[in-house]
């Protein structure tokens, strides 16, 4: 423990939050018992942390506990999600009577925080992402003029995870002293004692040496806490971790700091025992059966129309420039755009928009996992996030893009440098499973432009749609295809090329989109027309249409696409087509294997997405 | 700097070593201006420390680098591979001849380090991974009686990512003291300086905070970085840290500490003035054309059959269960496999393998990162990894699932509590998209067993087949479907209900299989025989088989599954039928939004995967 002098608290202040602790602990154990499951042990080792923080230190308006003037809470350890719920319910931000709906189907009240939740700006419940939200919702706070502080809770277990270390660099580096982390440490994992046990003064070096101020405290002697919170919220600079000494289970004499209490509720018998620990026991107050849930989640605020494109047809950019470009056109009519760079900037061209808003680029530098959570609490704050790394890397935050599918966040994702047609680098380099991956995140739209205009325009439907876009862009230069007033609505396509005579329908996107137009051209010197599909919106589908072109084609259908075969263009077309009956003759064109280094025409020839391929694919189905 | 005593070391060793670095520093500029891309600038900052470890510290033998009882190098900074080549070259693993092939389409010399070339133990050129897999190699090695030691050489750059430091606090844990990290501080990023430029220090404390033993030394001076190395292999009980303050581009005047040379090949015209100051320049030995790969990698080692199984039909177990079990019992004829847990052993039932071999299961605590890599180090190791976690928490370690499929590495994941089907605890705690992530790795299988007789079948198979096996278990109890004695080849699939008159064929897998059974019974009371298919392999898909059974049943098919409907079950199935050319009447039945807490039965009906929709699916097709 450091020996940091305490500031003297009023004990009437001080028999006020004991108090709230102990019905924080009341309601902990008797919501886990009710549900039959859930982590009450571990909602008891911050009991004291919690009435600290929601009935002292923590400014915010019960009536608006998401809004920009507000403190704000993170709780990290989302599987302590019922003192949280408590902690709510005795602030004033949801009825007490709904707390014994924890976990229940009809309840907003779930196992683990989600964002429907008044006062819940993240889902939790995937250990380690708390502390970059809490760092992206403090900058966001910051960069609107508020003053508001933002406070997260962290168990000890969650801190092995690198990318709590990803946000501590992160909030150092940036100064953001707004931003105070908390460490929960009682010492017990899931299946065994934590790494370090209760050896807070391991943390408190850690956080040092990533150039915090951080201090060890007893996180059950509600002065020590108190005084810690204070000074976290009076320190200048730098950001403040306060490593709190706890017991899990604290209060109930037969679960502190007992192995194999841990997510498991108290059988009725012994909480009988457990709450007689805690008396006197307030009467449970019954549900009305009305849901407290926010009615919606944030939408993007509106902007202004950008200033028109001026490309000409055929000329030669790469889609990741024309996503540079786009962002710094949106920059000028939208202030809320915020990049989010990892120190790949001159290749995806996000670099663009930062020569123009040197102050709205956010350099994430390596840790992709810390850009996307640091995004999401941007959203939260109404910024509009667009973080943006090679294609390949964002697998790196898949589990961060996972959570804010269920956080219904309005993050922004450009991959850039997708697919094999990035050539030398080789296959580290090379993304091929990313239209898999995100495509399964529930709501999210997945755009793959082929040219600098769809670019552009995706760009922008991006900036205004809720929820999560994954935009897909390429390396090699591609010519620019459509007029500078096209539309590109999501979901939809583009049939780029038709004729009557239609045999079969090549669908490609991006690189592909390419090798179709001359696999066209071939197949037209050998008296073959087929029709070639731009799919620039890989989810949502465009079912309708794709139907409409694969059945004027006699269902003969090709596709190609600069990715694994497995959850990509491929698979979503031809399931559809199977979903709606269509008899179809179809060739899936992927690349089938590990590929290799070479230079990139020479890769999708090798690995089978060339013209050449299409048009003997072409030639095998519709003879 | 630390003010660390040197040893002394003879004037004509260090020339010897000097010469060795101008030696390397040529080949990989020429290297890299012949290919017309690469990373010269980040190779010529680590000339002298690979100098250092290739001719002096690293003893291992040059006809067999990958050998248990040698010493390993990873070049966790990737794209220096041109000087690791040049290394390698120079110390007889490879000829020297090949190097100017590089980033070639028909070398074996790649733009990032890939596991066909001799010395190399995993594909890097994803950042921050090295260390992990060092600490495996490590381990690897100490379990094994060898003595070796592993050397890391990481940039700064990528010192960012958190999984750094998951392998930092993992190998300080475990004392893992044949394990030496060196960081190539040359303080310039990819698009701008580093997060901490050439503040080396800032490492240092971060690696002592870790526990480890660190030192700055100036990376250019080999008396020094020699010293240090000694240090490093000399240490007994804690990994030894190696913080080289470098210059990007060291040796060539007008690239050293030079922004905008990274990634970037000197253009022939500079070359030559490049070489003028790195002179005498040997001449360059014509490539042979002959590749020098590995003509295979490691396959894992045979071992003996298990004991029998004794389950009892209809009995009720976990998948999750019999994975421990399974794992156990393997572990009596298999002393090579090694659980790898994330402190959550008492829900993935790796206790059980625990409990019978406490000394094979390594804890990884929650840091899914660092035990997917460290897996990978003991495979190199020959070792057989089982890294089980929560399905949704291996979506943490995607990208280096993703880099472990591109090194045809020979690990196996379980994922447990898949689905919907865990219920209270949440989205957040199931994993829905596990298998549209994983599917898209090259090579890997994609396992999914109902009972228990299958998961134990199923964990052999793992156990004995090369490359990437993923496994999906179950939360709830599930009656055994097969005897003792049944077999699950790879691929395959279980016709477990059939008649005459099936008018639709219904697949699932987990769960899901079960509520097929049960509609199988609801719609057999209305006169409607169906045929249930147990797809206990996802990947590779047993295409014949699906065909037969869903032309049976005149082509109509209703998949289901505890999945999002992109990349799973639905989606392979109805691809691969359509590819046939299959006309289908189709459902696909999966979780098609982000869930909610709530009883498993609850949840299956709610989100349309339980046997009443599974049976409206068939009346409606089958009609």
């Known amino acids: 423990m450091t020996a940091m002098p305490q500031s003297a608290t009023p004990t009437s202040k001080i028999a006020a939050l004991a108090e709230k602790a102990r019905i924080l602990r009341i309601h902990s154990l008797r919501m886990t018992t009710a549900a039959g499951s859930g982590h009450p042990t571990s909602c008891l080792s911050a009991a004291e942390i919690m009435a600290a923080l929601f009935f002292d230190a923590m400014k915010f308006d019960p009536k608006n506990p998401n809004a920009l003037a507000g403190d704000r809470f993170v709780m990290s350890k989302g599987h302590a999600a019922p003192i949280l719920y408590a902690a709510l319910a005795e602030a004033g931000v949801i009825p007490v009577s709904r707390l014994m709906t924890l976990r229940t189907i009809g309840s907003e009240l779930e196992g683990h925080p989600t964002p429907w939740i008044p006062g819940v700006d993240a889902a939790t419940g995937s250990l380690g ?60 994992g899931q299946s065994q004692r934590t790494m370090y046990d209760h ?18 405290v007893d996180g059950h002697d509600l002065n020590a806490v108190l005084a810690a919170l204070g000074r976290g919220i009076a320190s200048q600079g730098r950001p403040h971790a306060i490593l709190a000494r706890t017991e899990k289970g604290h209060g109930v004499s037969f679960l502190a700091d007992k192995d194999g209490w841990h997510g498991k509720a108290v059988p009725a018998d012994l909480l009988v025992k457990a709450l007689a620990e805690l008396e006197p026991v307030p009467a449970i107050i019954p549900d009305d059966g009305k849901s ?33 470009t786009a962002l710094a056109r949106l920059g000028e009519v939208n202030e809320r755009i915020i990049a989010i760079d990892g120190d790949v900037k001159n290749s995806t061209f ?6 123009q808003f040197s102050d709205r680029l956010i350099q994430g530098f390596i840790a992709e996992q810390n850009m996307v959570s640091v995004a999401l609490g941007l959203a939260a704050q109404n910024l509009v996030p667009f ?48 239209l898999a991956a995100f495509r399964a995140i ?74 179709a137009l001359k696999a066209a051209d071939q197949l037209k010197a050998k008296g073959i027309a087929i029709r070639v599909i731009d799919l620039y919106c890989v989810k949502p589908l465009d079912t309708a249409a794709l139907l409409e072109n694969v059945r004027a084609t006699g269902g003969c259908v090709v596709t190609v696409e600069d990715h694994y075969p497995e959850g990509g263009i491929g698979e979503t077309v031809l399931a559809a087509l199977a979903e709606a009956g269509v008899t179809v003759k179809a060739a899936k064109l992927a690349v089938d294997r590990v590929p290799h280094s070479g230079l990139a025409p020479e890769l999708l020839e090798k690995f089978g997405i060339s013209a050449n391929h299409i048009v003997a694919a072409v030639e095998r189905l519709a003879k």
């Open 350 to 355: 996000a670099e663009t928009f930062q020569k």
């Open 199 to 216: 050896d807070a003064e391991v943390y408190q070096r850690k956080f040092e040496s990533e150039g915090w101020t951080a201090e060890v």
């Open 387 to 434: 973080v943006a790394t090679f294609a390949c890397f964002l697998a790196r935050a898949f589990d961060q893009v996972r959570m804010a599918g269920i956080s219904h966040s309005n993050i922004n994702l450009c991959g850039s440098h997708a697919g094999i047609s990035i050539g030398e680098d080789g296959p580290s380099q090379m993304a091929l499973e990313d």
């Open 129 to 188: 992402q708390g502390l970059s939200v809490g760092a992206g919702l403090a900058i966001g706070a910051k960069r609107q003029g508020s003053d508001a502080h933002v406070f997260v809770l962290m168990g000890d277990g969650e801190m092995a995870e690198g990318s709590v270390w990803e946000a501590a660099e992160f909030a150092a580096h940036y100064d953001v002293d707004n931003l105070i982390a908390i460490g929960d440490v009682n010492g017990l």
């Open 442 to 515: 529930p709501g999210a739209a997945i755009l793959y432009p082929s040219d600098a205009v769809s670019t552009e325009k995706l760009v922008e439907c991006m900036a205004r749609r809720p929820g999560i876009a994954y935009l897909r862009t390429s390396r090699p230069k591609t010519a620019v295809l459509y007029a500078n007033d096209e539309k590109f609505p999501i979901p939809g396509l583009k049939v780029v090329c038709k004729s009557a005579e239609d045999r079969a329908t090549v669908i490609g996107a991006g690189v592909t989109l390419y090798e």
């Open 292 to 324: 407290c849930a926010r009615k919606s989640l944030a939408v993007p605020p509106d902007f202004a129309a950008p200033s028109a494109l001026t490309y000409k047809l055929g000329e030669s950019i790469a889609t990741r420039e024309a996503y540079g």
